[in-house]
T-cell receptor, first 112, second 113 residues
Framework: EAGVTQSPTHLIKTRGQQATLRCSPI?????VYWYQQALGLGLQFLLW???????NRGNFPPRFSGRQFPNYSSELNVNALELEDSALYLC???????????FGPGTRLTVT | GENVEQHPSTLSVQEGDSAVIKCTYS??????FPWYKQELGKRPQLIID?????GEKKDQRIAVTLNKTAKHFSLHITETQPEDSAVYFC???FGGGADGLTFGKGTHLIIQP
C-alpha cells in the first residue's frame, strides 16, 4: 500500500510570492490534515479537509488556504509569503477523522 | 487554549535500558492519544496509540499507559536500541478532533552505545 505522498520536496520562494504544495493521501482515506512544523514551535494544525470540504482551520491567517479534489488529494496555498512561513509543511491522511493519521514526507518551504 | 505538555525535552539512556516519556493534557474530554516517532529528515511515524477506554497498550518493546483521572499518558520503550534514537511526539485530540491533533513539543531520545 502506497503511503502519503507530497510534492515538491523542497520549495524556495521570495517574500511576497505564492507557494503551492500538494498532497496525495493513502488510497481509501478521505480526510487530509495540513500541519506546519517550524523550528522550535513543534507541529501546529493548519487545515482539515474531508470529503472535498474544508472542515476546520487552525490559528493561521487567511493567507493560508487550500482545497481538496474529488480524488481526495489536496493542495495548500500560501499567499504573500513572509519569512516566518519558512517551515516543513506536513500533510496527513486518515480513514476516520482525526484518528490514526499517517504523515507524508513533507515539503520544506524556504522564504528568502 | 487546550494544550499538551511533554517531558523531558531530551532523554539520554544507555542501550538496553528503558526510556519513559510523559505527557499531560488539559481537556478531560480527550479520548485519543497517539505517539509519533520522527527520525532526522523523515516524516513523523505513528508508532502506537491509545483510546480513553483502555489503560494500557503494548506492541513489542513499546507500550503506552493512560491515566484519565490525572490526565496524563506515557510512552515506555524497553530494551532500547540505537535505531530508537529519534524525536518522539505525543498528541491528543480536543473538541472532538475538529482541530486535528494537538502535539507536545517533542522529546529527543538519545541511545548511548
Amino acid at each position: 500500500e502506497a503511503g502519503v505522498t507530497q510534492s515538491p520536496t523542497h520549495l524556495i520562494k521570495t517574500r511576497g510570492q505564492q507557494a503551492t504544495l500538494r498532497c496525495s493521501p493513502i488510497s481509501g482515506h478521505t480526510s487530509v490534515y495540513w500541519y506546519q512544523q517550524a523550528l522550535g514551535l513543534g507541529l501546529q494544525f493548519l487545515l482539515w479537509y474531508d470529503e472535498g470540504e474544508e472542515r476546520n482551520r487552525g490559528n493561521f491567517p487567511p493567507r493560508f488556504s487550500g482545497r481538496q479534489f474529488p480524488n481526495y488529494s489536496s493542495e495548500l496555498n500560501v499567499n504573500a509569503l513572509e519569512l516566518e512561513d519558512s517551515a516543513l509543511y506536513l500533510c496527513a491522511s486518515s480513514y476516520q477523522g482525526p484518528y490514526e493519521q499517517y504523515f507524508g514526507p513533507g515539503t520544506r518551504l524556504t522564504v528568502t | 487554549g487546550e494544550n499538551v505538555e511533554q517531558h523531558p525535552s531530551t532523554l539520554s539512556v544507555q542501550e538496553g535500558d528503558s526510556a519513559v516519556i510523559k505527557c499531560t493534557y488539559s481537556d478531560s474530554a480527550s479520548n485519543y492519544f497517539p505517539w509519533y516517532k520522527q527520525e532526522l529528515g523523515k516524516r513523523p511515524q505513528l508508532i502506537i496509540d491509545i483510546r480513553s477506554n483502555v489503560g494500557e497498550k503494548k506492541d513489542q518493546r513499546i507500550a503506552v499507559t493512560l491515566n484519565k483521572t490525572a490526565k496524563h499518558f506515557s510512552l515506555h520503550i524497553t530494551e532500547t536500541q540505537p535505531e530508537d534514537s529519534a524525536v518522539y511526539f505525543c498528541a491528543a485530540i480536543f473538541g472532538g478532533g475538529a482541530d486535528g491533533l494537538t502535539f507536545g513539543k517533542g522529546t529527543h531520545l538519545i541511545i548511548q552505545p
